[in-house]
């Protein structure tokens, strides 16, 4: 392939990805049941927002704290951005198992589309509206405070709560992908997320401490932790969709014999799905291992890559930031 192709076949690529994002946002934004809670909760929650900020600020101003008051907004403006994308799990939890129950699946997996576009056009589709609703609760929020209280956001701290709020949606949408990708049923994949929602919950109390310690460089971390544990979600689950599997399987069963029979037939052979040997101990350090490592070779790259940067970002750190000498005198003091 020729250098011009290049650019035109990613651009083709893209294409198909596109015209899929299209179409289901096309069947998604011209359903009214889905849009108009969604826009009603999106505007009318920062109203309630607004207000609460109103009254937690001239509550605590009665005891002479308003610092208190200063953090609950910052904090208040994530909760904004965070409650729309929690639409997002209902949209993606539709993609593909929704639309199997409903019998549409056949015609759109019979497209000349891969695996993959279908994968990320129903990606895009279900972050698109998601985020959309979350930027524009954030900007009605911020236009209540600036009408009502007089207060406009630090550049920096916006841009951390839209990072962490984009992110946190991707993260979101893309573990619900492949959750509706696997699951058999709609009510399968909505117990499944509450392994998604839960976890993200739980991270936003730690975002909410964070901002009431006005620890504010930490969030940059926690944007950063979540970009990998989004290409981690993605990269998943673009390697286990496929189309034939998803028609194929009707119900999900747990079989230990089945588990342990495709172990040993991976340990069988160096390569996964050849023609199984017999098991020797010997075979598994010379051929399985060196096999199994030569298919992670870019998975070990990577995460060798992280830990040095880790490493050496500890390093600069600590030589930056040292514990005070009588913090370390009473430490020494507690352990002995």
């Known amino acids: 392939m020729t250098t011009a192709a290049i650019p035109r076949a990613v651009g083709s690529w893209w294409s198909g990805v596109w015209m899929l994002t ?24 920062p109203v309630i927002m607004t207000a609460t900020a109103s009254v937690a600020q001239n509550f605590v101003n009665r005891f002479n704290t308003p610092l208190i008051g200063e953090r609950i907004i910052p904090f208040l403006l994530m909760i904004v951005g965070f409650f729309p994308i929690s639409f997002s799990l209902v949209i993606a939890l539709e993609a593909f198992v929704g639309e199997r129950e409903r019998k549409s699946l056949e015609p759109l997996l019979a497209t000349p589309l891969t695996n993959a576009q279908l994968y990320m056009g129903k990606t895009l589709a279900s972050v698109i509206p998601s985020l959309g609703a979350a930027y524009l609760g954030i900007g009605f929020y911020l236009l209540g405070l600036l009408i009502f209280r007089g207060w406009t956001p630090p550049l920096i701290l916006l841009a951390q709560v839209v990072a962490l709020t984009t992110i946190e949606g991707i993260v979101m949408v893309a573990g619900a992908v492949v959750v509706s990708s696997r699951a058999t049923s709609v009510r399968a994949a909505n117990l499944l997320a509450s392994f998604i929602i839960i976890p993200m919950a739980l991270l936003v109390q730690g975002e909410s401490v964070i901002m009431f310690l006005a620890i504010y460089d930490a969030l940059w971390g926690i944007v950063l932790a979540l970009i990998v544990v989004a290409l981690i979600l993605i990269r998943m689950g673009l390697s286990l969709f496929n189309r034939e599997e998803l028609l194929g399987r009707e119900i999900d069963q747990l079989s230990v014999r089945g588990t342990l ?21 010997r075979d598994v350090y010379r051929q399985q291992v060196p096999a199994a490592l030569r298919r992670q070779r870019g998975a070990l790259i990577a995460v060798l890559g992280a830990v040095v940067a880790a490493i050496a970002a500890a390093w600069i750190f600590a030589g930056r930031l040292r514990l005070p000498a009588d913090l370390l005198a009473a430490l020494r003091t507690g352990l002995s």
């Not at 179409?23 to 011209?30: N, S, W």
């Not at 037939?265 to 199984?276: L, V």
């Open 261 to 281: 029979r495709k172990a040993r037939q991976y340990w069988s052979s160096a390569t996964p799905f050849d023609a199984p040997r017999p098991f020797a101990l």
């Open 22 to 45: 299209r179409r289901e946002l096309r069947d998604t934004l011209r359903d009214w049941r889905m849009v108009t809670p969604i826009l009603l909760l999106t505007l009318v929650f």
